[in-house]
């Protein structure tokens, strides 16, 4: 049975080999139970270190900074460090600020500020 990539690197045979390792690559922004590259204390030690072993096991690379800037290809860290994604996911917290909250913008469902992409 072929690998997601093998499957990838068929039907885009035009994409360069760099280009298709960016589009499989995932990031994900934390801000809840997974933040940069530490499970969150507001679970116990035997519960993130599980995570934690469990998420390198899988291929995951965890990285703790603080992103300074996105671009449609990557982020880039407060440390200067490029990290180059295909899907980018921005995981928040569980519901709005107060600051969001007290601002005059259309909300969606939950209070957060509503967008269109």
Same mark, same amino acid.
């Given at each position: 049975?072929?690998?997601?990539?093998?499957?990838?690197r068929v039907?885009?045979?035009r994409i *360069?080999e760099?280009?298709?390792?960016?589009? =499989?690559?995932? &990031?994900?922004i934390?801000? /809840?139970?997974?933040e940069?590259?530490?499970?969150? =204390?507001s679970?116990n030690?035997?519960v993130?270190q599980?995570?934690?072993?469990? =998420?390198?096991?899988?291929g995951?690379?965890l990285?703790? /900074?603080?992103?300074k800037?996105?671009?449609?290809?990557k982020i880039?860290?407060?440390?200067? &460090?490029?990290?180059?994604? /295909?899907?980018?996911?921005w995981?928040t917290?569980?519901g709005p *600020?107060?600051f969001?909250k007290?601002?005059?913008?259309p909300? *969606?469902?939950?209070?957060?500020?509503?967008?269109?992409?």
């Amino acid at each position: 049975m072929a690998s997601q990539e093998e499957n990838f690197r068929v039907i885009t045979p035009r994409i *360069s080999e760099d280009e298709k390792k960016r589009l =499989l690559h995932s &990031t994900i922004i934390g801000g /809840g139970p997974i933040e940069a590259n530490e499970i969150r =204390l507001s679970f116990n030690i035997v519960v993130r270190q599980y995570a934690t072993k469990h =998420l390198t096991k899988c291929g995951a690379h965890l990285k703790k /900074g603080v992103v300074k800037e996105v671009y449609p290809k990557k982020i880039v860290l407060s440390d200067v &460090t490029d990290i180059p994604y /295909g899907l980018l996911v921005w995981s928040t917290a569980v519901g709005p *600020s107060n600051f969001i909250k007290s601002l005059n913008l259309p909300k *969606s469902h939950g209070g957060r500020i509503g967008i269109d992409e």
